[in-house]
């Protein structure tokens, strides 16, 4: 009973006390897992090959799994670990196209986030190269195959070398290169269309070659060797010795990488090494993605990727 004055007197009567509100208990919001941060596992793979689409960047390697650095956020994740013997990559805007050893041909959908593989003949592939309506893709014993709507075809006959590097046009033409110094012009004579050498003058393994006309190239390979092609095959003077592995037009420069960090421009009859990248790691592609030119480089547990950005270079991995 409560006491309550009034006035000058005094009333007895009950206050009814609120009954007290009982506090809710916490409700017990689950700690979120952390996403396992898979970047570093990228630099543990023996790299190959990368290439660039919309959004992303992409490397693959010969025995390991493959990466995808994010433009937006970046950062690199291994997307995938399954092992793979994958040795060269081309992309489009969404997809991503690899190839290696057994004739396997990998496709992967940036868009649908989908991987999956193909196998296209019985023998390994070194090289591919995308075109508007499908891909070229060369490798062992003089192997050619060519993609379109309906599939995959064997695209040469004849052709005994091992063909380590290619490069094709809207149009219908391609160049490629391989062993014993051969090269290849895909022609048209008469009705016909096929496979014309043309003599190098060298016989060291021709191991890439770019190029943005059928009229005009640049071919690399073992020992130091440069070649330029403007009507006839002509030696530049590379002032290095290594094995030259891949190599990428970006406006008038072609990038040639190799063994030992070597990486050179090229720039009509004149050579020069990029004194900004710096490795010992054997450098095993080079891609532009606009202005920006990408190395990939691995040797033994240790990988690397470069970006070159006018005279700015980033760096991620243990080469």
Same mark, same amino acid.
Request: glycine residues 14%; proline residues 4%; hydrophobic residues 45%.
């Given at each position: 009973?409560?006491?309550?004055?009034?006035?000058?007197?005094?009333?007895?009567?009950?206050?009814? !006390?609120?009954? &007290?509100?009982?506090? &809710?208990?916490?409700?017990?919001? &689950? %700690?979120?897992?952390?996403?396992?941060?898979?970047?570093?596992?990228?630099?543990?793979? &023996?790299? %190959?090959?990368?290439?660039?689409?919309?959004?992303?960047?992409?490397?693959? =390697?010969?025995? #390991?799994?493959?990466?995808?650095?994010? !433009?937006?956020?970046?950062?690199?994740?291994?997307?995938?670990?399954?092992?793979? +013997?994958?040795?060269?990559?081309?992309?489009?805007?969404? %997809?991503?196209?690899?190839? *290696?050893?057994?004739?396997?041909?990998?496709?992967?959908?940036d868009l649908a986030k989908t991987i999956h593989a193909d196998d296209i003949g019985l023998?390994?592939?070194?090289?591919?190269?995308?075109?508007?309506?499908?891909?070229?893709?060369? #490798? +062992?014993?003089?192997?050619?195959?060519?993609? +379109?709507?309906?599939?995959?075809?064997?695209?040469? $006959?004849?052709?005994?070398?091992?063909?380590?590097?290619?490069?094709?046009?809207?149009?219908?033409?391609?160049w490629m290169v391989g062993a014993a110094g051969v090269t290849y012009r895909l022609e048209?004579? #008469? *009705?016909?269309? *096929?496979?014309?050498?043309?003599?190098?003058?060298? %016989?060291?393994?021709? @191991?890439?070659?770019?190029?943005?006309?059928?009229? $005009?190239?640049?071919?690399?390979?073992?020992?130091?060797?440069?070649?330029?092609?403007?009507?006839?095959?002509?030696?530049? $003077? =590379?002032?290095?010795?290594? $094995?030259?592995?891949?190599?990428? @037009?970006?406006?008038?420069?072609?990038?040639?990488?190799?063994?030992? #960090?070597?990486?050179?421009?090229?720039?009509?009859?004149?050579?020069?090494?990029?004194?900004?990248?710096?490795?010992?790691?054997?450098?095993?592609?080079?891609?532009?993605?606009?202005?920006?030119?990408?190395?990939?480089? +691995?040797?033994?547990?240790?990988?690397?990727?470069?970006?070159? =950005?006018?005279?700015?270079?980033?760096?991620?991995?243990?080469?």
């Amino acid at each position: 009973m409560v006491v309550i004055a009034i006035g000058a007197g005094a009333a007895a009567g009950v206050v009814t !006390r609120p009954t &007290p509100s009982v506090e &809710p208990s916490a409700t017990q919001v &689950p %700690t979120p897992t952390p996403v396992p941060d898979t970047g570093p596992l990228v630099f543990k793979q &023996p790299l %190959t090959a990368g290439c660039a689409t919309d959004d992303a960047v992409w490397v693959v =390697s010969d025995g #390991g799994g493959i990466g995808r650095f994010d !433009r937006l956020l970046q950062r690199w994740e291994l997307v995938d670990s399954t092992l793979r +013997s994958l040795v060269a990559a081309a992309c489009d805007a969404d %997809t991503v196209t690899a190839v *290696g050893a057994f004739g396997r041909v990998v496709f992967i959908d940036d868009l649908a986030k989908t991987i999956h593989a193909d196998d296209i003949g019985l023998f390994n592939a070194y090289a591919l190269s995308l075109l508007p309506d499908g891909a070229l893709v060369v #490798g +062992s014993d003089g192997s050619v195959q060519r993609q +379109s709507a309906v599939g995959w075809d064997k695209y040469a $006959e004849g052709i005994a070398e091992d063909l380590y590097g290619v490069v094709g046009f809207a149009g219908g033409s391609a160049w490629m290169v391989g062993a014993a110094g051969v090269t290849y012009r895909l022609e048209k004579a #008469g *009705g016909d269309v *096929g496979w014309k050498p043309y003599d190098t003058g060298t %016989t060291v393994s021709l @191991r890439t070659i770019a190029a943005t006309s059928p009229t $005009e190239a640049i071919a690399a390979g073992d020992d130091g060797v440069i070649l330029r092609f403007d009507g006839n095959w002509r030696p530049l $003077e =590379s002032g290095v010795k290594q $094995e030259l592995r891949a190599s990428a @037009r970006v406006g008038a420069i072609t990038y040639v990488v190799g063994d030992g #960090g070597t990486a050179l421009a090229v720039e009509g009859n004149t050579v020069r090494p990029i004194a900004n990248i710096s490795t010992t790691c054997a450098l095993r592609a080079v891609f532009a993605n606009g202005n920006e030119v990408w190395f990939v480089g +691995s040797e033994g547990t240790l990988a690397g990727v470069w970006r070159k =950005s006018g005279d700015r270079v980033d760096h991620w991995g243990t080469c």
